[in-house]
Each structure stands twice: as C-alpha cells, then as structure tokens.
C-alpha cells in the first residue's frame, strides 16, 4: 500500500511555507505548534501518501464520517499525486462503505484543486470571505465527488 497512518515524523522536513496558506493547516493542523502538540492532534484518520518511488507526495485526513460521506483535508507535496490519492479514497470507500467526499479548500489551493478536479470532483461551493489567514479573509470551496451511494 502506498499509503499508511501519519506520524509526527512524518511533517518535520515539510517547509512551513508549503503549508503556510492550506485548509490542511489552519483547519486541522496547527503545524506552527510543538511536536507533542502535533502529537496528540494525529489520529487514525491520518493518513501519508507515497508514491511509487517512496516518496512522500501528501497527505490526506478524515475529519468526519456519516452515512456514506466523508469529509477530508488534504495537502499535496507534489503534482500529479492522482492515482495515490485516489487510492486512499477506494480504500476508505472500502473499508467505511463510503459513497460521496467531500474537501474543503482555499482558492490558492491549485495543485489540490486540480488533482481533485482530475478525479472527477467539482466545486460544490463557495464561502466568500470565511476564514482568516495570515492578515487576509479568503473564499473557502467545498469540492464533492460524484455521489456513489445512488
């Protein structure tokens, strides 16, 4: 498998700036904060993405299942990550009987949005102005998958 559960390890050669502006960080990980902190916010619906060379391409998080849907974050490390991510989402779909994803992402998001977008995802919506970042109000976009479940 070319993913596997996350470990602190996992983000300490990340640049900061790679997640400086990312849902994935002011969302789910304070990675601003101290190792044990980061610690304790890792979880079992934690997940980093490898390519087939082994190396780290992303990563992907549970933030909330129910009836068939799935709510991720993800931040990708590198282009063309589509394949594996899409692996993490047939295996959850498998073992969570999964149907319909859904991500929420920031406009400048683009290398999120375009592997999503390669994946058959399409802006469901979009929160003007709802989160702040670093001295700045950004839009938010909720990205759905086709729904599977009809």
Same mark, same amino acid.
């Given at each position: 498998?070319?993913?596997?559960?996350?470990?602190?390890? /996992? =983000?300490?050669?990340?640049?900061?700036?790679?997640? +400086?502006?990312?849902?994935?960080k002011?969302? *789910?990980?304070?990675l %601003?904060?101290s190792?044990s902190?980061?610690?304790a916010a890792?979880?079992?619906? /934690? =997940?980093?993405?490898?390519?087939?060379?082994?190396? +780290?391409?992303?990563?992907?998080?549970?933030? *909330?299942?129910?009836e %068939?849907?799935a709510?991720?974050?993800?931040?990708l490390l590198?282009?063309?990550? /589509?394949?594996?991510i899409?692996?993490?989402?047939?295996?959850?779909?498998?073992?969570?009987?999964?149907?319909k994803?859904?991500v929420?992402?920031?406009p400048?998001e683009?290398?999120?949005?375009d592997?999503?977008?390669?994946?058959?995802?399409s802006?469901?919506?979009?929160?003007?102005?709802?989160i702040?970042?670093?001295?700045?109000?950004?839009?938010?976009?909720?990205?759905?998958?086709?729904?599977?479940?009809v």
């Amino acid at each position: 498998m070319l993913f596997r559960l996350a470990t602190v390890d /996992d =983000f300490l050669n990340i640049e900061s700036s790679n997640l +400086k502006c990312s849902t994935y960080k002011n969302l *789910a990980y304070p990675l %601003g904060c101290s190792m044990s902190e980061l610690d304790a916010a890792l979880g079992d619906g /934690d =997940f980093v993405v490898f390519n087939d060379k082994k190396t +780290k391409v992303g990563f992907v998080r549970i933030k *909330a299942m129910f009836e %068939g849907i799935a709510y991720l974050d993800i931040h990708l490390l590198h282009d063309f990550a /589509d394949e594996h991510i899409q692996a993490v989402m047939s295996w959850l779909a498998e073992q969570y009987h999964l149907g319909k994803y859904y991500v929420q992402l920031l406009p400048n998001e683009q290398r999120e949005i375009d592997c999503l977008t390669r994946l058959g995802f399409s802006e469901e919506a979009r929160l003007r102005n709802q989160i702040f970042v670093e001295g700045a109000y950004y839009d938010l976009l909720m990205m759905g998958s086709e729904d599977k479940r009809v």
